[in-house]
Each structure stands twice: as C-alpha cells, then as structure tokens.
C-alpha cells in the first residue's frame, strides 16, 4: 500500500487534513478551550485541532500531497524540516523536529529545525542546538556530539519494532540515553518514528514539544503516515551531500592537481636555475600579464616556442588558445592563406570559405615561430594586423576586427635582415616591443645537470624504465660538450641513451664520449644510428595507422606516442614519411 492509500485508509475519526470550509464558518464544541475555528484554524488556548474528526478523505489526501511537496521541495535536509513543519503547524503543535541517521554501527545527527530558532545556510547541527540552548539561559552550552552509539538508541528500538515511540513526560520516564539531552534541552515529549529506505532502516524522526503529553494518539498516526516521504527526502538529501561532498573534494584535487601541473609545467620543459635563465624568467612573469607583443630570440634548439607557451599560460589570454604557425614550414603562396584566412574561390582549390589563424585565435595568442621567413606581401598585412587590429581573407573585401596577442620567434637577426631589404623596418620595429633573449646552453652549464635528470626520468617513464644510477664519467663528458643543438640536441642524446640503456645504469653512448671540444666530431656523435633511426619510423607509422593518418587531436598520432604535435610532424618530415598514405581508403 502506497502512502497515499495509507493516510486514506486511516479511521476517520484519527485522521488529519485541510479543512477548506469558508471563514466564518465555526462549529462549537461545547464547554469553555473546545471552540474550534475551521477555515482560519483558530483554536482555543493555542491547541492543535482534532482534525480528524472534521475532514473526509479528500482533505486527509491533501495533507499528504503537502506534506510530500514540502519533503520534496529542498535538497538541503534541514530546509526539508522546516517545510515539513510549517505544513503541519495548523493541526499538529511542533516545536522542533530532528532526523538522525545510521552510519555503520553509529548515529549522525543530520539536520534539526527548531520554532523560532533562526536557520542560517550551511548550519550544522550543532549550531542550531547551540542557538536553541541560548534563547533559554542566553549561554550556547556544550557543543552537540557529532556521532552518537547506535546500541541502545531510540532508533535502535523504532527500528526494531517498526513502530513509532512515544515519551509523554521525560521528567517522569527516561527510556534512552538520548531522553537525558532532550530533557536538557526543555523537550517534555516526544515521538520517535523509523525511517526507511526500500525495506531498509536510514535512520530516525523526532518531533519534539516543550510541554508533556503533546501528542494525541492520531497525531502519532498522522506522523507514522508521513514517514516515507520524509524518508525518502531523507535519502535523497544524503546522496546530494555525498555528490556535494565528492564534487567538492574533486574540486579540491583539481585544483592541488592544477596547482601542481602549473609548477611543473608553467615553463613546461624550461628547466634549471641558472642566473640567465632566471633573469630571462623574470621577464617572462613581467610581459606576460600585459598585452603587448613579444620577440623571441635565440639559436637553434633553445626552446622559443616553451617560452612562448609559458608567456600565454600567465596572461589574462591564457583560458583562450594558443596558435602555432611555423612561418618557414608554409609555402609562401599559402601563408596568407593560413594566417588570414581566405574566401571561397579565392584560388584554384580553395572549396569553401577557412578561418586563417589570426581568426581562430581571437581573444587568445598567435605564436609565429620563425617570423623572420614571411614573404614581404605577407609582412605588410601582419603589420596591419599589429597597427589596426584588423584583417582581410584571401580573396575577401570585408575587414574583420581581432584580438590576438602576437607572440614571435626566430633565430635570425632582424635588424640584419632589415639592413639587407629583406625584412620591413616599421614591421621589425612593430615586433620588437618587448624583447626577450632565450640564453644558449653553453650559457647555462649548470643547468645540464639538472635537464640530463629530467630527461631521463621523463623518457624513463614513457618507456616503462627505470633508472638508478648514470654511468661513471658521463656527467662530465656531457658538461664537457659544447652543445651547439643547444638544449633540443641533449634532449635527443638523453631520449637515445634511454632507449639503448639496459638495467638500472644510464649508458650515454661512446659517440658522444669519443667527442670533447670539436663540433664536427660531436655533430657526428649525437647523430642517430641506422637501426635506431629505422625504429624510430616504425613506431611513429604504427601509430598513424592507429590514428588513421592523423597527427594531432584526440587519438591522433602524437597522443599516442605522448609527442607534441609540432615535434611529431618535424619527425615525420625529418624521416620522409608519407602521412598520407595511411588514411582510409588511401593504399
């Protein structure tokens, strides 16, 4: 039987509802404190109505659906009570009601709703206790105990009877350990209803009054008939605290994990703690936050494109993207289709309509690694770009507004460039706002130690090795080696030496220790053997044909072999791959 056949089936004569009988309307009862108002529910001496006797079964069903609404109109369980409540304020006298639930063998005091107590968001409790305690003798009193024995409990015992209990005098009965904390309270009655969940016992209902003998023999029926919507409100607000609860602690995680991704990674591989590369740090933090453009310089293999990253990842652009474009990879007839976009049948092939670069990274940065190769067409409309703000597509006549911060590289000199006529002065100029110098490596020796462990233990880690130790002498081979590959050459002579190592001892290959001072002789040691190479190849075109051919996304190539997208096409293009081939329906 469902609850609503439940409080149907009560007798009438133990049943309460909602009277709807016009105002005005009284029947008298005879004798003086028996006048009772129905409509307003006025009552003499303040005492609930024998609604029972009045109302027929369609005003006991609507009780029940305002009682369920109110159970179901809060998440927040103690904001359920309140409704709960205030629902049954006309017909029966509440003056506080609490639910305490099971955990294992304990009871936790879950929520409580007390007249005239103020409820305040995010209560426990033991505050609202506190604050009841205070209106009577103006001192909150010892705190609530935040888990209580379930043995011997007056849940303990609703449970195991199923029925509801009732104390009509704790001054003159004290039947559990918790009728001792009710009474000091100032609760003189009370009556203790089981909640359970499909069959199953979650934990226990008290509706308290202040004075003894303060519930009738229906008013119990009437609280027994309600305890599965209460019961259910009960579990649900459990489940949202525990989804609150686990959604707060993986917002907790994220935020340490995020925290922890920052460090490691706000200048990504830009590792060490020499003083040139703090002092180009420095400057990092102090351009980063603004919005003015940046140019990055330095040899070959210094990581300018890590320092770009790391000025992007500290603006205010940094939720927005970061666009890559390698002006020396693009054909010159097709970087201005890349950077600016281009209309459809602007050139032979050109199908439909494509955002260029400068469009997808609105409200973000565009990162043009080796700026020093755009053609001079080109140069004049990044210079537009820089000045206005604006640009047109290929083959287009309306001007588009963007916001893009430009960030740019490139390892030639500029203002040779500039001098020579191969490079627009008022571009340079334009570029040049904020300089920054990535420093070489022979500039930061003691750094090498650092980024040989870093090394080892990043490629030690994709390949499932682990390594304890580095080979007698080899520290100072490699401090000893002039680096003209800079930091990405080390890079590639610690990946090898992973690869070739056996055991817990890193093996930097004889190559290299056959070197010293000579760039040629080194040049040759750190270059990749046959059979390493031909590895190599075979790894990265097994996962393009996982991928289906495609380098970047997700599950493409370069999430598969944990690569950066830009680093997997260098090797591809490196090795003369032919990507193409490995997409469907291409043999």
């Known amino acids: 039987m469902n609850l609503c056949s439940l409080l149907i089936a009560l007798p009438h004569a133990t049943t309460v509802g909602v009277a709807h009988v016009p105002a005005g309307r009284r029947r008298s009862q005879g004798g003086a404190g028996s006048c009772l108002t129905i409509g307003s529910m006025e009552r003499a001496a303040d005492t609930p109505a024998l609604i029972g006797d009045l109302l027929g079964a369609e005003e006991r069903y609507r009780l029940l659906v305002e009682i369920s609404a109110a159970a179901n109109s809060q998440l927040e369980l103690s904001s359920v009570l309140g409704e709960v409540a205030e629902a049954l304020a006309p017909f029966i006298a509440i003056d ?10 304990s009871l936790v005091p879950h929520a409580i709703h007390v007249k005239g107590v103020e409820h305040r968001r995010g209560d426990s409790f033991g505050d609202v206790i506190a604050r009841w305690r205070s209106l009577g003798s103006g001192e909150s009193g010892p705190a609530a105990p935040k888990v209580l024995p379930f043995a011997g409990s007056g849940t303990e015992h609703v449970g195991r009877t199923g029925r509801a209990y009732v104390c009509r005098d704790l001054r003159q009965s004290q039947s559990f350990f918790e009728d001792a904390k009710l009474l000091g309270m100032g609760v003189l ?8 969940m499909r069959e199953r016992m979650v934990g226990s209902m008290v509706f308290c009054r202040t004075e003894p003998d303060g519930f009738r023999p229906r008013d119990v029926e009437v609280l027994e008939a309600i305890a599965q919507p209460i019961a259910a409100a ?21 935020q340490v994990l995020r925290q922890e991704l920052d460090e490691r990674s706000m200048f990504e591989e830009i590792v060490g703690s020499s003083k040139p590369l703090r002092r180009m740090l420095d400057r990092i933090e102090k351009v980063a936050g603004t919005d003015s453009t940046v140019l990055i310089t330095g040899e070959t293999g210094t990581g ?3 320092v770009a990253r790391a000025i992007h990842r500290r603006s205010r652009r940094a939720e927005r993207t970061l666009i890559t474009v390698n002006c020396a990879a693009l054909p010159g007839t097709l970087i201005g289709s890349e950077l600016f976009g281009h209309e459809r049948g602007a050139f032979t092939g050109a199908l439909q309509r494509r955002l260029g670069r400068f469009e997808l990274a609105d409200g973000g940065s565009l990162f043009l690694d080796e700026v020093g190769e755009l053609p001079p067409e080109t140069q004049v409309a990044l210079l537009r770009v820089l000045q206005e703000g604006e640009i047109e597509r290929v083959g287009g006549t309306q001007t588009i507004r963007v916001d893009t911060r430009v960030i740019a590289a490139t390892n030639r000199d500029l203002a040779e460039a500039v001098a020579a006529g191969t490079f627009r002065s008022d571009l340079f100029y334009r570029l040049n706002v904020f300089p920054l110098t990535v420093p070489p490596l022979r500039e930061r020796r003691e750094d090498i130690p650092i980024l040989v462990e870093y090394f080892v233990s990043r490629f030690a880690a994709r390949l499932g090795k682990k390594f304890r130790a580095i080979e007698k002498g080899a520290m100072d081979r490699i401090l000893a080696y002039p680096w003209p590959g800079n930091v990405r050459e080390l890079q590639n002579v610690i990946e090898r030496a992973v690869i070739l190592s056996e055991g817990e001892t890193l093996i930097v290959d004889e190559p290299l220790a ?3 001072g000579g760039d040629g002789g080194m040049t040759a040691a750190v270059s990749l053997p046959e059979s390493l190479r031909d590895q190599e190849r075979r ?6 044909a996982a991928a289906g051919g495609r380098v970047s996304g997700a599950g493409g190539a370069a999430v598969r072999l944990g690569l950066p997208a830009t680093t997997l096409d260098s090797r591809i293009k490196s090795l003369r791959i032919d990507k193409h081939r490995f997409r469907p329906g291409i043999s």
């Open 234 to 254: 009960v579990a649900n607000a459990r489940a949202f605290e525990e989804i609150a609860r686990l959604s707060g602690r993986l917002q907790e995680e994220n």
């Open 96 to 105: 506080a009601v609490s639910v305490v639930t099971i955990d294992g063998g």
């Open 304 to 306: 300018k494109e890590l």
């Open 189 to 196: 009655s009370y009556v203790r209803i089981p909640l359970r």
């Open 539 to 544: 790894r990265i075109e097994e996962a393009l």
């Open 514 to 516: 056959a070197g010293g």
